[in-house]
């Protein structure tokens, strides 16, 4: 029974249900069940021992049935109320249980329920019906443990309310209240299904190889009011790519590293139901080497520049112990080409060079030909040391000033 659920009412309706009460009984007294007052026996004669005895027994026990002098007799499912603030059930052996007040019916009308799809997609929906005039609707979609306003009194017969719904089953009841708070038995709509379904996004094929910058930017078509989210990690992990947006189409920079790149890219709804999963074909990604000018063989200064061309916003970096360790060369810049002055050692020297992207990807290295530096001088603001040539000694007869040069001439 649903009728003790109704428990919180205003006290204005109390008062007046209390007022309206009293009304009844008093103007119909004669109904059964309501006693206000007690009435002599009658057939009693006077002087007759046996019929004063059968009255004064019959007084008696009006007495103990009849309510105190300036008392009413209420109906029980108005004590009841007036005791408790809840509703008790109707009877329908109880005339006095179901007549609340003036003109209202015994029986309360539940109220009628166009049935509703059985599946719907959507997170909401709309019921609606008929009812009696005069009567709120309460709903409830927790198997009755609890019950909301949906339509409150009003004068119409026809009523409409929406509902939200949650994934799978959704299973209401709806009890119609009158003026008086009386309610209706339960009405169970059909059992309503969400079925969610998350239009799959569409992706445009992409470059299957890429060499030239460490991003990719992905596009395609989705719904409107869904967001797209992108796995590198075979789906173990999402990242939202674009919010939800009413656009229906969308377009996004993804990251690459060098090798195979494989993306998984998925809608999702407001509610964040996933769609399908439409996964791209794997797209390498190989960070392009420089390209070197080949510099001179030899060479007497103690620097050179190296020069030649990479991606834009690669760096260069630049080893002289063969690949062990690198240090920049050129940085980020915005350039296709490059150059730059790098420091010799007397002898043969050799360099590797690389480029690396703005994601940190690095190309392959690139082995630059040996250049012999024949100079004597330390390099500009080294601290090479400089061990200078004595004289030598030369043949008799020859000049005894000439002297060997520890520069290589002749003084």
């Known amino acids: 029974m649903i009728h003790d659920r109704f428990e919180k009412v205003s006290a204005a309706k109390k008062g007046f249900l209390g007022i309206a009460a009293l009304y009844f009984v008093l103007s119909q007294a004669a109904l059964p069940g309501f006693a206000a007052t007690t009435q002599p026996e009658a057939g009693i004669q006077a002087g007759s021992n046996q019929p004063q ?121 709806i009890v119609a209240v009158d003026e008086f708070l009386n309610p209706s038995t339960e009405v169970n709509v059909p059992t309503i299904t969400y079925s969610y379904t998350v239009a799959t996004p569409t992706v445009t094929p992409p470059p299957l190889s890429v060499s030239d910058r460490p991003w990719l930017m992905l596009s395609g078509t989705k719904a409107a009011g869904e967001s797209i989210r992108v796995s590198s990690n075979g789906g173990r992990s999402y990242t939202q790519l674009v919010p939800k947006t009413t656009a229906t ?116 290295p690139v082995d630059i030909p040996a250049i012999r530096c024949t100079s004597v001088m330390p390099a500009p603001g080294s601290h090479e040391i400089l061990f200078l040539q004595g004289p030598t000694l030369i043949p008799a007869g020859t000049d005894r000033n000439m002297w060997q040069s520890p520069l290589g001439g002749q003084t």
């Not at 990604?285 to 001179?296: D, G, I, Q």
Request: hydrophobic share 40%; aromatic share 6%.
């Open 249 to 364: 189409t969308w377009s996004a920079w993804v990251k690459l590293a060098n090798g195979a790149n494989d993306f998984m890219v998925l809608a999702k709804d407001r509610a964040g139901h996933p769609s399908a999963v439409v996964t791209l074909p794997p797209i390498t990604y190989a960070m392009s080497a420089p390209a070197v000018t080949p510099p001179p063989a030899t060479v007497t200064a103690r620097t050179v520049t190296l020069s030649g061309s990479k991606v834009i916003g690669a760096s260069i970096w630049i080893s002289s112990d063969g690949g062990l360790s690198y240090t920049p060369l050129v940085i980020n810049d915005i350039f296709t080409a490059w150059s730059a002055p790098v420091d010799l050692v007397r002898g043969d020297n050799h360099f590797t060079v690389l480029a690396e992207d703005l994601a940190g990807n690095a190309s392959a």
């Open 53 to 173: 005895t059968d009255a004064l027994a019959q007084k008696n026990s009006a007495a103990e049935k009849a309510p105190a002098p300036g008392t009413i007799r209420l109906p029980p499912a108005i004590l009841d109320f007036l005791a408790t603030g809840a509703l008790s059930a109707p009877s329908a052996d109880a005339e006095t249980q179901t007549r609340t007040a003036p003109g209202t019916p015994e029986v309360v009308p539940p109220p009628g329920v166009t049935p509703p799809p059985e599946t719907v997609s959507t997170r909401t929906i709309t019921l609606g019906g008929t009812k009696a005039p005069g009567q709120s609707l309460w709903i409830s979609s927790n198997g009755g443990r609890s019950y909301t306003m949906c339509v409150a009194e009003n004068t119409e017969t026809a009523w409409s309310a929406s509902v939200n719904l949650v994934d799978g089953a959704n299973d209401f009841r």
